[in-house]
């Protein structure tokens, strides 16, 4: 199976929506479970528009080193292929007059797959404008099973909405591009979010959508792109 793979959003699932990158004072272990009504990874569904449960685990050390690893269950919409995500990782995070600096190496492994294993490197910096949290980034493909090395370019932004009661709720914006050189599975995506916690557990409705071309298009979850609405919950350990 071909398989392009997610994102938090931000290196792996871990982001604005979830842990901040900013730099431990002391050694720290964090994990978290995320269920979710469709896995959306830039905009292409992962489990073919069902359900997953997304965990991850993730070790930050005094230093800016961390290390970690994903997994979740997916399901392709070409090789009819279904099984484990695993995705280790590894990488340095450090803050610098104000601006988060993250770098950091991924191995995407498909468990149940025929031909599913990426390689990526990542580089983002985030910053406020205000009361905006902004997080420009890239992703650069050193494995692809697509030819060459495809980049993806992205801006993750956030910002509290309002307050109900005790309750935060907050916006969550992302923008990215999707770079083939200049093959059909080029395309573009964006996603709106509203995230509240209640309990402990932070609840997000999310509405994206890619405009890649899916009768053309190689990249898996292409067949599942356009617009879609996920809920998901959240619960950080």
Not at 14 to 20: C, G, M, P, V
Not at 87 to 102: E, Q, V
Not at 158 to 168: A, C, E, F
């Amino acid at each position: 199976m071909k398989w392009l793979r997610f994102a938090c959003m931000a290196l792996p699932i871990l982001t604005f929506d979830n842990i901040a990158w900013a730099q431990s004072e002391q050694n720290q272990i964090a994990a978290s479970v995320n269920l979710v009504s469709d896995w959306v990874w830039r905009g292409l569904s992962q489990t073919e528009g069902g359900p997953a449960l997304i965990g991850e685990v993730k070790w930050n050390h005094q230093s800016g080193f961390f290390a970690g690893a994903v997994a979740a269950n997916f399901s392709s919409d070409r090789g009819r292929d279904s099984g484990l995500a695993l995705i280790p990782f590894f990488g340095f995070n450090r803050t610098l007059a104000g601006i988060n600096f993250d770098s950091g190496f991924l191995h995407r492994e498909y468990v149940g797959a025929r031909n599913g294993s990426i390689d990526e490197l990542s580089f983002s910096a985030a910053f406020k404008l205000g009361a905006i949290s902004l997080r420009p980034g890239i992703f650069y493909d050193l494995h692809h099973y697509l030819p060459g090395h495809p980049t993806y370019l992205y801006v993750d932004g956030r910002t509290k909405l309002t307050q109900i009661g005790d309750t935060p709720v907050s916006l969550s914006v992302h923008l990215g591009s999707f770079d083939a050189q200049g093959s059909a599975n080029d395309y573009s995506t964006w996603q709106l979010g509203l995230s509240a916690p209640a309990g402990g557990i932070t609840y997000a409705v999310k509405l994206s959508n890619a405009d890649i071309d899916a009768s053309r298009a190689q990249l898996e979850g292409s067949r599942h792109g356009g617009t879609r609405l996920v809920l998901s919950a959240f619960k950080l350990f």
